[in-house]
Every structure is written in structure tokens, then in C-alpha cells.
């Protein structure tokens, strides 16, 4: 009965009629009476605000008063507590904001982190590029303390620009100041993550050839060891004065046979092993199974072995073959570290040649060099499923250019190409020579960009990757370094199955910025 009477004593018997209502609904009449409340309240802290507040900010200072009068009657009042979002990236923008108190802070996701690009307070304007532009908002707000705002609708803010020129100004100046530090930030923030994500493609890259230099000089050690015994064994033999020189025919060609192995199919291979394997156990030679696979290998297959019958005798077979088999597991071994090593050697001449270190900014720059050494650093995003075509003009000469900025022109763009292919597909490099530039067209098979984007596929923070997954910096960044650096261009042509980019750039940079 407490409860009942606690709601009862609430509603103060709303119906009128002496008949209380059931706890149910007397809940829902309460949470009415407390958003009514809560609203009015809301309005009397607006009417608290004195429009000299809004008159001391430069957006609405040179509004005419009348117009000034309608905007702040039809500005909605805010309470956004502490932690609240306020508007979320990739919600289309339907208003802006004015911080009265508190703060909010301003977010871009980056990859997998929240990048904080500012904190607005008193006086501010938020929102207000997503509104003009009836875009989705490029970045999150959220209350950083209890924060009150006034929300300028769309209809409101029309009338405002229609208004005032000195609004829209104002508007302007604070789009570009904002743009610059975004873009400078995100760019800053989008070549640590390039960067990371480098680092992790490398060390993916560099892991393999390295795995195998290190399992193969363990083995190393192994098989010299048995190849020393079995060497050992072979000079005691009782060999008469040309078995020497048949030893040694067979230390040449087990070289010979490591240098250029014969390449066989699969069917093939098992039938001459299963050929060898049958004559060694006939032969009364032990690990039968262990040395066909190693001799069938380097070339030394049944018929040649049964060749050696005529130089040796038949208890010398057994350590001659077996010395032979050591021999060629030792030179395969060899030949996997120098192998190992020598792609250590190619990833880190391309990683430095990319980066273009300890060299001046401006170069004679190979092309095509360029584009092979970006590949190696990118192999760990195409290797997987995705077939590179080069069609590369054989007499394209050099260019002067900014070279380890145009490296980062073909990182973006073949990065872009991946994605779009999502990692199954055909890449086509293409350049050729054109009067006094050189052209540089990349391509990819994936879906295509709608014809609608393709105006904005250069802009700033324009971006087709879900919110979070890219920075929209990417082609931005290739853009100004094409047009703006190079005084080249860069244009696209894209339908379904088939976008390419294409760059000119000139053979030589204009007099006065080389």
C-alpha cells in the first residue's frame, strides 16, 4: 500500500473522479509530468541567456536585430551531460551548435584509435560543415563535462546566411582554420599509422626469409657434420688410381645439379623416386626412403646412379652414395641461406630506396624503380590473391621530381587498389611517354566508384570506407603532391571491373622550383 499511495499522492487523483489509476499507468503519467519538467525548465534557462551573448560572437555579430530576434526565439536549448555524444561520424548533419558552458571534444576515428582534434568551448560553433554540405559528419562530438548548447536547425541557419554575408564569412574563415588543423593532424596521425603499418608488413616480409636463414644454418651445422664423417669414410677406401677422378666428376656435378635443379611435376617426381628407392634397397644400401627424395631432388636419378656401378665397386656403393646424398643436402642447405639473405638484402635496398634516405629532396628519379620498390614494401596486401601486370615503356626516362614524395603517391594509390580488390584481383601498372611528361596509369579490377563521388574522390576527408577505416587523406595527400608539388595531374576514369588512375608528371620540374 506505501507504493500505491506514493504514486496516488503524486498524481493527486488525476482523474477527477476519486478512482485511481493503476500503478502502470500512473508510471507513465509521472515520467510525462518529469519530461515536462524537464523541458520547461530548459526553456527558462534559454530565456536566462542574454542574447548579448550571441551578439558577442563573431558569426551573428553583423546580423540585423529583427533577424537576430527570430534566430534566437527558434535556437533550441540543450542540457548534454557529462560523457554524452553529441553527434556521431557518419550521421548526417542536420544542425549546428553553439557551446554556451562546458566543453565538447571533438574526435576522428583513425584505423583502430580515436583521434582528438579539438575541444570546443564557450562561444564555439560546431557543426556547422556537415550542415552546409547536407554531408555526413566527418567527425564525433561528445560532452566532456555538463555542457549546455543552443541547436540552430537547418530552415533557421538558411535564413542567418541569407541575412548576413558577414555570417557566412565568418562561417568560411572557420571552415578553413578548422580544415587546415584537421588535416595537418590527421596527416601527421595518418603517416604514424602508414608507418605502423608498414613496420608490421616488413617485419611480415622480413620473418620469412629469415626463419628460413635461421632453420637452414641450424641444419647446416647437422649436415656438415655428417657430411665430414661420410667424407672421412670415402677417403679410407682402397679407391685404385681413377677412382679419385670419378670422386671428384661427382663433386662438380652434385655443384652443377644444386646450381640448376631440373624441374619435374609431381607425377614424375614420385615415379623416380619409387624408381631409385626400389634400386637402393636392391642394392642393399639402408635409408632407402631418406635419400631418393634427396638425390631425385639434383638430378641424380636411377639411371645415372647405376652408372657408378662401373667406377666403384659394390661394397664402395653404399658410402659413395651416401656421401653423395650429403653432398647435395649440404649445397641445398648453403643455397637457402644465400637465398634467405639475398631477399633480406632486396626488402632493405627497397625500404631505403623508398624512403629515398640520405638523399637530397629533389632528384632524377626512375620511375618504374619507384613503382617495383613500393610493390616489395606493399607484397605482405598483394601476395595473397592479387596478380600485379606491368606494362612498363622500355625507353621512359628519368624525371626530376620529389622522389620520396612520389613514393608516397604510388603507396596511396596501389594501396587503394588493394583495398577496392579486397585482396583478389588483377593490378595493371602502366607508363609511357608523352611529349615532355611521362604518364603513370594504375588500375584495378575491383567494384568500381560510383559515378556521384567521383567529383570528390581528391577531397579532404572524403572517403568511401566506413567510418573508423580510413582518414579520407589518402588521395588528398597524392593529389596536392601531383598538382600542387609536381605541377603534373592526376585524374580518374572508373566503371565497374575497371578504375584507373592516371598521373602526369613532367620530365622536369618548372625553373624556379628545382
Same mark, same amino acid.
Given at each position: 500500500?506505501?507504493?500505491?499511495?506514493?504514486?496516488?499522492?503524486?498524481?493527486?487523483?488525476?482523474?477527477?473522479?476519486?478512482?485511481?489509476?493503476?500503478?502502470?499507468?500512473?508510471?507513465?503519467?509521472?515520467?510525462?509530468?518529469?519530461?515536462?519538467?524537464?523541458?520547461?525548465?530548459?526553456?527558462?534557462?534559454?530565456?536566462?541567456?542574454?542574447?548579448?551573448?550571441?551578439?558577442?560572437?563573431?558569426?551573428?555579430?553583423?546580423?540585423?536585430?529583427?533577424?537576430?530576434?527570430?534566430?534566437? $526565439? @527558434?535556437?533550441?536549448?540543450?542540457?548534454?551531460? +557529462?560523457?554524452?555524444?553529441?553527434? =556521431?561520424?557518419?550521421?548526417?548533419? *542536420? !544542425? %549546428?551548435?553553439?557551446?554556451?558552458?562546458?566543453?565538447?571534444?571533438?574526435?576522428?576515428?583513425?584505423?583502430?584509435?580515436?583521434?582528438?582534434?579539438?575541444?570546443?568551448?564557450?562561444?564555439?560553433?560546431?557543426?556547422?560543415?556537415?550542415?552546409?554540405?547536407?554531408?555526413?559528419?566527418?567527425?564525433?562530438?561528445?560532452?566532456?563535462?555538463?555542457?549546455?548548447?543552443?541547436?540552430?536547425?537547418?530552415?533557421?541557419?538558411?535564413?542567418?546566411?541569407?541575412?548576413?554575408?558577414?555570417?557566412?564569412?565568418?562561417?568560411?574563415?572557420?571552415?578553413?582554420?578548422?580544415?587546415?588543423?584537421?588535416?595537418?593532424?590527421?596527416?601527421?596521425?595518418?603517416?604514424?599509422?602508414?608507418?605502423?603499418?608498414?613496420?608490421?608488413?616488413?617485419?611480415?616480409?622480413?620473418?620469412?626469409?629469415?626463419?628460413?636463414? $635461421? @632453420?637452414?644454418?641450424?641444419?647446416?651445422?647437422? +649436415?656438415?657434420?655428417?657430411?665430414? =664423417?661420410?667424407?672421412?669414410?670415402? *677417403? !679410407? %677406401?682402397?679407391?685404385?688410381?681413377?677412382?679419385?677422378?670419378?670422386?671428384?666428376?661427382?663433386?662438380?656435378?652434385?655443384?652443377?645439379?644444386?646450381?640448376?635443379?631440373?624441374?619435374?611435376?609431381?607425377?614424375?617426381?614420385?615415379?623416380?623416386?619409387?624408381?631409385?628407392?626400389?634400386?637402393?634397397?636392391?642394392?642393399?644400401?639402408?635409408?632407402?626412403?631418406?635419400?631418393?627424395?634427396?638425390?631425385?631432388?639434383?638430378?641424380?636419378?636411377?639411371?645415372?646412379?647405376?652408372?657408378?656401378?662401373?667406377?666403384?665397386?659394390?661394397?664402395?656403393?653404399?658410402?659413395?652414395?651416401?656421401?653423395?646424398?650429403?653432398?647435395?643436402?649440404?649445397?641445398?642447405?648453403?643455397?637457402?641461406?644465400?637465398?634467405?639473405?639475398?631477399?633480406?638484402?632486396?626488402?632493405?635496398?627497397?625500404?631505403?630506396?623508398?624512403?629515398?634516405?640520405?638523399?637530397?629532396?629533389?632528384?632524377?628519379?626512375?620511375?618504374?624503380?619507384?613503382?617495383?620498390?613500393?610493390?616489395?614494401? %606493399?607484397?605482405?596486401?598483394?601476395?595473397?590473391?592479387?596478380?600485379?601486370?606491368?606494362?612498363?615503356?622500355?625507353?621512359?626516362?628519368?624525371?626530376?621530381?620529389?622522389?620520396?614524395?612520389?613514393?608516397?603517391?604510388?603507396?596511396?594509390?596501389?594501396?587503394?587498389?588493394?583495398?577496392?580488390?579486397?585482396?583478389?584481383?588483377?593490378?595493371?601498372?602502366?607508363?609511357?611517354?608523352?611529349?615532355?611528361?611521362?604518364?603513370?596509369?594504375?588500375?584495378?579490377?575491383?567494384?568500381?566508384?560510383?559515378?556521384?563521388?567521383?567529383?570528390?574522390?581528391?577531397?579532404?576527408?572524403?572517403?568511401?570506407?566506413?567510418?573508423?577505416?580510413?582518414?579520407?587523406?589518402?588521395?588528398?595527400?597524392?593529389?596536392?603532391?601531383?598538382?600542387?608539388?609536381?605541377?603534373?595531374?592526376?585524374?580518374?576514369?572508373?566503371?565497374?571491373?575497371?578504375?584507373?588512375?592516371?598521373?602526369?608528371?613532367?620530365?622536369?620540374?618548372?625553373?624556379?622550383?628545382?
Amino acid at each position: 500500500m506505501h507504493e500505491w499511495r506514493e504514486y496516488t499522492d503524486f498524481t493527486d487523483n488525476l482523474d477527477g473522479t476519486g478512482v485511481f489509476y493503476e500503478a502502470r499507468e500512473i508510471r507513465l503519467i509521472r515520467a510525462i509530468r518529469v519530461q515536462q519538467i524537464r523541458v520547461h525548465s530548459c526553456h527558462s534557462w534559454l530565456k536566462t541567456v542574454s542574447i548579448e551573448f550571441l551578439r558577442r560572437l563573431i558569426l551573428f555579430a553583423d546580423l540585423p536585430e529583427a533577424d537576430l530576434q527570430a534566430l534566437y $526565439q @527558434r535556437a533550441e536549448p540543450m542540457n548534454l551531460p +557529462a560523457g554524452e555524444w553529441l553527434m =556521431r561520424e557518419g550521421e548526417i548533419g *542536420d !544542425a %549546428l551548435y553553439v557551446v554556451l558552458e562546458g566543453g565538447i571534444e571533438i574526435t576522428k576515428r583513425s584505423g583502430e584509435q580515436e583521434v582528438v582534434l579539438a575541444v570546443r568551448g564557450p562561444g564555439e560553433v560546431i557543426g556547422e560543415l556537415a550542415l552546409l554540405e547536407q554531408t555526413p559528419r566527418s567527425a564525433s562530438g561528445r560532452a566532456v563535462q555538463d555542457t549546455r548548447l543552443l541547436r540552430i536547425g537547418k530552415e533557421a541557419f538558411k535564413q542567418m546566411l541569407a541575412a548576413s554575408p558577414s555570417a557566412a564569412l565568418a562561417l568560411l574563415h572557420t571552415f578553413i582554420t578548422r580544415l587546415r588543423s584537421t588535416e595537418a593532424m590527421l596527416r601527421q596521425t595518418e603517416k604514424m599509422a602508414s608507418l605502423g603499418t608498414l613496420a608490421a608488413g616488413l617485419a611480415h616480409e622480413l620473418n620469412n626469409p629469415a626463419a628460413a636463414v $635461421q @632453420r637452414s644454418s641450424g641444419q647446416l651445422r647437422d +649436415a656438415l657434420t655428417e657430411w665430414q =664423417r661420410l667424407k672421412s669414410q670415402l *677417403d !679410407a %677406401l682402397n679407391l685404385d688410381s681413377r677412382q679419385p677422378e670419378a670422386v671428384q666428376a661427382l663433386r662438380d656435378e652434385t655443384a652443377a645439379h644444386v646450381a640448376a635443379p631440373p624441374k619435374l611435376d609431381p607425377l614424375t617426381r614420385s615415379d623416380q623416386e619409387s624408381e631409385l628407392q626400389d634400386w637402393l634397397e636392391g642394392s642393399g644400401i639402408d635409408q632407402a626412403w631418406e635419400l631418393a627424395p634427396t638425390l631425385i631432388a639434383y638430378g641424380f636419378d636411377a639411371p645415372i646412379l647405376k652408372g657408378l656401378t662401373q667406377d666403384f665397386a659394390h661394397d664402395h656403393l653404399p658410402i659413395v652414395i651416401r656421401w653423395l646424398a650429403a653432398s647435395c643436402a649440404l649445397y641445398a642447405l648453403m643455397d637457402e641461406v644465400r637465398l634467405g639473405a639475398e631477399r633480406i638484402s632486396e626488402i632493405v635496398k627497397a625500404v631505403k630506396a623508398y624512403a629515398y634516405l640520405d638523399q637530397a629532396p629533389i632528384q632524377q628519379v626512375d620511375v618504374h624503380e619507384g613503382l617495383e620498390n613500393t610493390l616489395v614494401i %606493399l607484397r605482405h596486401k598483394l601476395k595473397a590473391g592479387i596478380t600485379v601486370v606491368r606494362n612498363y615503356a622500355p625507353d621512359l626516362p628519368r624525371i626530376e621530381a620529389y622522389a620520396s614524395e612520389l613514393t608516397q603517391v604510388w603507396a596511396n594509390l596501389i594501396d587503394n587498389a588493394a583495398d577496392a580488390m579486397r585482396g583478389q584481383g588483377q593490378l595493371t601498372l602502366r607508363t609511357y611517354g608523352r611529349d615532355d611528361r611521362v604518364v603513370v596509369e594504375i588500375a584495378d579490377n575491383g567494384p568500381g566508384i560510383p559515378p556521384e563521388i567521383q567529383s570528390r574522390i581528391f577531397d579532404p576527408f572524403f572517403t568511401t570506407k566506413p567510418p573508423g577505416s580510413g582518414t579520407g587523406l589518402g588521395l588528398h595527400i597524392a593529389y596536392n603532391s601531383v598538382v600542387h608539388k609536381h605541377r603534373g595531374q592526376i585524374t580518374l576514369t572508373s566503371r565497374p571491373g575497371a578504375t584507373t588512375f592516371h598521373v602526369v608528371l613532367p620530365i622536369q620540374l618548372p625553373r624556379g622550383q628545382s
